[in-house]
């Protein structure tokens, strides 16, 4: 574990009310944040074979991932060139060998190119070629499924570089969701992030969590950037995140002993929150919905030779983080509506909201906004 530096909030406050409500900053938010940055669409291996499809909404624009006939990934904007009409739901779904539009059935290939268009041969100048899908930016990581719907996207191996290789021993590109469960959080998106940084709120909220992970037991190993976050000390040395504090799974692959008795907290910016478990790995991802709605998504991943075992039952670590978030919700909800009292005025941080401090910090930077 590294050393632990001291935690400092530097002072700061917590943000201001049109933050948590204005549409504007929910409008641009949704420009300069999650369009203009890479973010998660879910994992890759659900893509499994060619014509394997999966529709990712974000704001007014949708992305469809399909798995071509050489088993790449490719990323499209989920819109018909014929008049515009969205190609695919979001979700999985199986497209077969090509992509046919549900209005006038114009037909593209898995790698994007208009290969059907009935009728329109004895269109004047008309050429097919001129109108293949438009492409979204893709890149695999960990075996998540990440996009960027930007014009001229930042390249993601520089956007991602503090975290590349950070993950290796957890092997996270093997792992499989084994259950997911979506959540309807009536809360601006920021509120899910700032709760998740820090267990100031551990002991009130989590009394069953606090057991396991004592709230001062945390450190950070990213403490400034778009990606924060660090380990928690596990009191029971075999132990994990679950009802019962038992592993429901052996160690996953290369762990050291000394990670093994930890467990590890990232915020992902600007949809991803990643909890890595001496035995499982958790996945929560945020879809801005409107600026007081967020849904979550949240996932259990395994490896495949633990699923496979005989006896094999997860039940224990989903009761946990499901009874957890539930609580994290229902706070995050009462904050959404404390916040849009005209009467608030934001209260300072302690020093056990460190993460929350350097998360605003990055988040004002990217917003190019001060908090006057
Ligand atoms: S809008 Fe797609 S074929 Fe007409
Ligand atoms: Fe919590």
């Known amino acids: 574990m590294p050393a632990t530096p001291p935690r400092d909030a530097r002072g700061h406050r917590a943000l201001s009310r049109r933050w948590y409500t204005s549409r504007d900053v929910f409008d641009l938010e949704m420009e300069r944040i999650f369009l203009g940055r890479w973010l998660y669409a879910g994992r890759s291996s659900d893509l499994d074979a060619p014509g394997r499809c999966l529709g990712h909404d974000v704001g007014s624009e949708s992305a469809i991932v399909v798995r071509d006939s050489d088993f790449g990934l490719r990323a499209f904007h989920n819109q018909?060139?014929?008049?515009?009409?969205?190609?695919?739901?979001?979700?999985?779904?199986?497209?077969?060998?090509?992509?046919?539009?549900?209005?006038?059935?114009?037909?593209?290939?898995?790698?994007?190119?208009?290969?059907?268009?009935?009728?329109?041969?004895?269109?004047?100048?008309?050429?097919?070629?001129?109108?293949?899908?438009?492409?979204?930016?893709?890149?695999?990581?960990?075996?998540?499924?990440?996009?960027?719907?930007?014009?001229?996207?930042?390249?993601?191996?520089?956007?991602?570089?503090?975290?590349?290789?950070?993950?290796?021993?957890?092997?996270?590109?093997?792992?499989?969701?084994?259950?997911?469960?979506?959540?309807?959080?009536?809360?601006?998106?920021?509120?899910?992030?700032?709760?998740?940084?820090?267990?100031y709120h551990c002991p009130t909220l989590h009394p069953h969590l606090d057991r396991l992970t004592p709230y001062r037991g945390a450190a950070n190993d990213l403490e400034e950037g778009p990606f924060l976050g660090g380990p928690m000390e596990l009191t029971r040395p075999d132990g994990s995140m679950t009802m019962s504090g038992a592993r429901c799974a052996p160690p996953l692959s290369d762990l050291t002993?000394?990670?093994?008795?930890?467990?590890?907290?990232?915020?992902?910016?600007?949809?991803?929150?990643?909890?890595?478990?001496?035995?499982?790995?958790?996945?929560?991802?945020?879809?801005?919905?409107?600026?007081?709605?967020?849904?979550?998504?949240?996932?259990?991943?395994?490896h495949p030779d633990a699923a496979a075992a005989p006896g094999f039952d997860p039940s224990d670590a989903i009761e946990f983080w499901n009874v957890t978030n539930l609580q994290d919700w229902e706070v995050s909800e009462r904050s959404q509506r404390g916040i849009s009292s005209r009467r608030y005025v934001p209260g300072p941080y302690s020093n056990l909201e460190s993460m929350i401090a350097a998360w605003d910090r990055e988040y004002l930077r990217i917003m190019n906004g001060d908090d006057a």
């Open 80 to 199: 018909c060139r014929h008049r515009g009409t969205r190609l695919c739901d979001a979700g999985l779904t199986d497209v077969g060998r090509a992509i046919r539009c549900p209005y006038h059935a114009w037909t593209y290939s898995l790698r994007g190119e208009l290969i059907g268009a009935p009728n329109m041969a004895d269109v004047t100048g008309f050429s097919r070629s001129e109108w293949p899908l438009h492409p979204v930016a893709v890149a695999e990581w960990e075996g998540c499924v990440m996009l960027n719907f930007a014009e001229a996207p930042v390249p993601f191996a520089e956007e991602f570089a503090p975290l590349l290789g950070k993950f290796g021993p957890w092997r996270l590109d093997e792992l499989r969701p084994v259950h997911e469960i979506g959540y309807d959080v009536g809360a601006n998106w920021k509120l899910v992030f700032q709760n998740y940084s820090e267990c």
């Open 257 to 302: 002993d000394a990670r093994a008795d930890l467990v590890y907290y990232y915020t992902v910016l600007p949809n991803l929150l990643l909890s890595l478990h001496p035995d499982y790995v958790m996945i929560h991802r945020l879809e801005p919905q409107d600026v007081d709605r967020t849904r979550v998504v949240c996932q259990w991943l395994f």
